[in-house]
């Protein structure tokens, strides 16, 4: 409260004016004023005339008006207090108890499932495999999840696509845990070279896997819905749904037609499902797994060879592997693999261990092959045999190396640097075939058309058809002349008396005594041998040429 003092005309004394003030000052203090304010006092200044404001009273709540209770009172008695459910705030030790809290999506209960269930109950040695397979990757897969917040159901997939196998591959060339096709894992940046196959990697399968996930609930709005596009595909899912919309159907997973590899899909996830949340009821044994990490990630920033990671980690190759089944080659390169996975206690033993050595870290590099060549003359650049180059980079037989191809190699003097990035992140290997065709004019049978004669030559029917221009089961009369491409025959050495089979006439190989190049007859050159002779020889081949079954021209290579 502020005390404002005002002066007006008086013809009191100054110290009767002065009295007037000090008592309304002792009246404000035992009236319980706050704060005083004094003006500084004019002798010739009028006379003080105090006015106080009135008091404002706090802003409160309306007082509400006495609650009056009519009739008897009654008696306060006892009673039990209802429990209300307690949730524990401890972390579960066993994973598969945090599995079974985190269960949010609509169970399916059908025939289907309780087979599936029937199936796997009946294969306990198959469910404690792949269970104690799963104990590597599944904490980080249930980390995952919980931090996107989805149903805890899609951390048991794995078991439905690969029973926790990071090399699975299927007969369609699906690969990994997740098992993502080769096109649906570019689009989802998993890369797949030469060096490394991404769809195989934990970390970047999982985030594929879920991201793609997620995208398939927000189109269909529906967990089992999204689960039957991961296996069938979207498109197909929706065509599916289309139809059974323009047919005024349902449109639910069970209501839908489908093949029935997906139609058995979501039950059998649910039948694991179930066997997760009640073993007992199902007799089956759980393997513990600890709810903590069983790996760690850990940054490379040089290349380095599998087998020297394995052993500064004090690990088998077998469990590094396992860790890191993306790396098919004996080298890790940094540029493309930065970081690693090495079970926990060991990553501690492999940062100790690198610091200690004193060696080199790789012994194998990349190599981009600079023109078109040979394996025999690639080998000789990269200073190791042909078998060899041919077993580490899978080279097929009787091909040849395009440019721009990406082969390990030894690290040597003139390949001894870290593998570049473009490289571990692209590196393929482009081939050609090595051997050369010629064109080859052969006679048909009786009775066989452009396919029989094709087979019989080893040459496919659809090629022979191009060439001949004609239908590939086209008929074909008795002795009617077919072009083929077939390979050609490494020439005979000078001088060799040798015979070679040509072009087949009736099931029976024919010979012919000099080999023929570019439509012309070669002579042999006979040491001392007189004009005469010469003569005589170059008339008796013109004769065979006669009698030869096939007429050979030219292809120069093509």
């Known amino acids: 409260m502020n005390l404002t003092l005002r002066f007006s005309a008086s013809n009191q004394p100054l110290r009767h004016r002065a009295g007037g003030v000090l008592l309304a000052l002792g009246a404000l203090v035992l009236g319980g004023c706050a704060t005083t304010t004094l003006p500084e006092v004019n002798p010739s200044a009028p006379t003080v ?115 926790f196998n990071p090399q699975a591959v299927s007969s369609a060339r699906a690969a990994g845990m997740w098992q993502f096709m080769p096109a649906t894992g570019q689009s989802f940046d998993l890369k797949q070279n030469m060096f490394r196959d991404d769809r195989r990697d934990v970390l970047a399968s999982t985030r594929a896997a879920l991201d793609y996930l997620q995208q398939l609930h927000s189109r269909f709005g529906d967990w089992h819905l999204a689960l039957a596009a991961y296996n069938w595909g979207q498109g197909s899912v929706n065509r599916a749904i289309t139809r059974n919309l323009r047919e005024g159907l349902p449109t639910g997973y069970t209501d839908l037609t489908m093949p029935m590899e997906t139609r058995m899909y979501v039950p059998k996830l649910q039948a694991v499902k179930n066997i997760i949340a009640r073993p007992e009821a199902f007799s089956a044994a759980l393997p513990l797994i600890g709810n903590h990490p069983f790996f760690d990630t850990v940054v490379i920033e040089r290349d380095m060879d599998v087998a020297l990671i394995a052993r500064l980690s004090e690990i088998s190759e077998a469990d590094f592997r396992a860790l890191n089944p993306s790396i ?104 050609q075939p090595e051997v050369i065709l010629k064109r080859v004019s052969v006679k048909a049978r009786k009775g066989e058309n452009l396919t029989k004669l094709a087979n019989r030559y080893g040459v496919s029917p659809v090629s022979a058809a191009g060439w001949n221009k004609l239908a590939v089961n086209a008929a074909l009369k008795p002795g009617q002349r077919i072009t083929l491409m077939l390979p050609r025959k490494p020439a005979l050495a000078s001088g060799s008396s040798a015979k070679r089979p040509v072009a087949k006439s009736n099931g029976k190989k024919r010979t012919q005594s000099a080999a023929r190049s570019n439509g012309k007859d070669n002579k042999r050159a006979v040491a001392n041998s007189s004009a005469k002779t010469a003569a005589s020889q170059k008339s008796s081949n013109r004769v065979a040429a006669k009698k030869a079954p096939t007429k050979v021209a030219a292809s120069n290579g093509k």
């Open 49 to 163: 005339q105090v006015q106080t404001p009135q008091a404002v009273p706090p802003a409160t709540r309306p007082a509400s008006p006495p609650m009056i209770v009519q009739g008897p009172l009654s008696e306060i008695g006892t009673a039990p207090a209802a429990r209300a459910p307690v949730a524990t705030l401890a972390a579960p030790t066993d994973l598969w108890d945090r599995i079974r809290r985190g269960f949010a999506m609509t169970d399916l209960d059908n025939d289907l499932v309780r087979d599936r269930e029937q199936w796997y109950a009946t294969r306990p040695d198959y469910i404690q495999r792949m269970t104690e397979r799963s104990s590597r990757y599944l904490f980080h897969i249930v980390e995952e999840i919980e931090r996107r917040n989805m149903p805890m159901e899609l951390a048991l997939l794995p078991f439905i696509e690969s029973a």
């Open 328 to 431: 098919n080659q004996p080298i890790v390169m940094a540029a493309g693999t930065p970081n690693i996975l090495l079970p926990w206690d060991s990553a501690t033993v492999f940062q100790r261990n690198l610091q200690a050595h004193d060696g080199r870290l790789a012994s194998w590099t990349a190599w981009v092959v600079p023109s078109t060549m040979t394996v025999a003359q690639a080998a000789k650049q990269a200073g190791l045999s042909e078998s060899e180059l041919r077993r580490l980079n899978n080279i097929p037989p009787r091909m040849k190396l395009r440019a721009g191809s990406s082969l390990l190699v030894p690290r040597t003097g003139q390949h001894n640097r870290d593998v570049a990035e473009h490289v571990a992140d692209n590196g393929h290997l482009s081939l």
